[in-house]
């Protein structure tokens, strides 16, 4: 087994543990190290007195508090310490409390707490030495580095605590970032198949009502034009399961599919066979004009042209008590400008409002385009959407 593989976990307890418990169990490890002078004393050394000890134990005692009160802590190590080498009870060799509370303050204590106190270590450090009994000079040397070294650990640990810190709070950022972004796409992705449905089901259902309307009428007096009409009811229903299939073939998608088994969207080839529908099943001549070359469409671009006219058509067929309709399709180098206009009652019989203007406004500012409706210059009704081709596709959404 590896020194990492129980290192790891043991630090880790000890950072999770209870601050009393480590910070207790330091305290009595210092007063151990500080009574190692008296219990083993070098000759010569002043013979130890209880006010000796207990000045010795004011060095380590208030080690229990340094984390929930470092500056007060510090303040009764450093005069405990000055005052046990004072009192020659013997002088402590080496400050293990004071080493620790410097240590604490240049972690935890605020900037000028922590100045006064290494600037007072430092002078108190000296003239403790200036009054012992033949102080040498490596002394100073030993003393003086200690403080230095002890206050200097402590700012590393400030600085790498800080330092984890930040990485921790960017880490929480970064996953509420993540968080919204997934909420974001996925109520974009509600959203398109909210619409995509709409147009789908609104599509099929103003097709067949025409149909259904129109069948009773002729099924004794022309049994041919009734037969035709619940074909084409059968047939856009037919049609709307197959592109709902499409639709949501991707919340069923297998796993390692690769989305190759589903259908691809409807797009511009398949507005001629729109119209076609359209013209035969609700009885409105629709004519179907292009100008200019075609340019190439991202894909979603594809759909939403697609989706426009059918949404278009389809308020046509609802509402606008239609006789005929057109549908322009205008190439130009940036953009492909879709117009359908139609000769019904216009704006005022309900096309200015319900959920397919908003949706065809919806899916034109998503792929960086623009849509407008309103009376047409000859009456009638007209819904122009402008959609950029796919070279321009990145300028327009910004």
């Not at 909420?183 to 995509?196: G, N, P």
């Not at 309307?213 to 099924?219: F, L």
Request: charged residues 20%.
């Amino acid at each position: 087994m590896s020194a990492r593989t129980w290192i790891s976990p043991a630090a880790e307890r000890l950072r999770t543990a209870n601050p009393y418990v480590l910070d207790s169990a330091l305290a009595a490890l210092v007063l151990f190290a500080v009574s190692l002078q008296w219990i083993f004393p070098d000759e010569g050394d002043d013979r130890l007195t209880w006010q000796g000890w207990l000045i010795g134990a004011a060095t380590a005692v208030p080690l229990v508090w340094r984390r929930r009160a470092p500056f007060a802590t510090a303040w009764a190590v450093s005069v405990a310490t000055p005052a046990q080498a004072v009192y020659h009870a013997p002088p402590p060799d080496v400050m293990y409390g004071g080493m620790v509370v410097l240590y604490t303050m240049a972690a935890l204590g605020k900037p000028w707490q922590r100045r006064v106190m290494l600037a007072g270590w430092l002078i108190g450090v000296s003239l403790t030495m200036m009054h012992k009994e033949d102080p040498q000079p490596f002394e100073y040397a030993f003393h003086l580095l200690s403080v230095v070294c002890a206050y200097g650990f402590g700012v590393l640990a400030r600085v790498q605590r800080a330092y984890t810190a930040e990485l921790e709070d960017r880490a929480r950022q970064l996953e509420r970032e993540r968080a919204a972004d997934t909420a974001r796409a996925i109520a974009q992705e509600r959203a398109r198949i909210a619409r995509d449905m709409h147009d789908v089901l609104a599509h099929a259902v103003s097709l067949m009502v025409v149909q259904a309307e129109a069948g009773p009428v002729v099924v004794r007096s022309d049994p041919a034009r009734a037969e035709a009409a619940f074909d084409a009811i059968a047939g856009a229903g037919r049609d709307a399961m197959a592109q709902l299939r499409r639709i949501l073939g991707v919340l069923k998608e297998p796993q390692g599919g690769g989305g190759a088994w589903r259908l691809p969207q409807p797009g511009v080839a398949e507005l001629p066979g729109l119209v076609r529908q359209v013209g035969e099943s609700a009885g409105l001549r629709v004519e179907l004009r292009t100008s200019g070359p075609p340019r190439p469409l991202p894909p979603d671009t594809e759909v939403a042209a697609f989706r426009v006219v059918q949404e278009a058509l389809t308020n046509t067929v609802k509402h606008a008590r239609a006789t005929s309709a057109t549908v322009e399709l205008d190439w130009t180098e940036g953009e492909l400008t879709i117009t359908v206009t139609d000769d019904g009652r216009g704006p005022g019989s309900g096309h200015g409002g319900g959920h397919g203007l908003i949706g065809i406004r919806e899916r034109a500012a998503a792929c960086g385009g623009s849509a407008r409706a309103g009376r047409g210059p000859e009456g009638g009704f007209r819904v122009v959407v402008r959609l950029p081709a796919a070279v321009d596709r990145e300028g327009a959404l910004g």
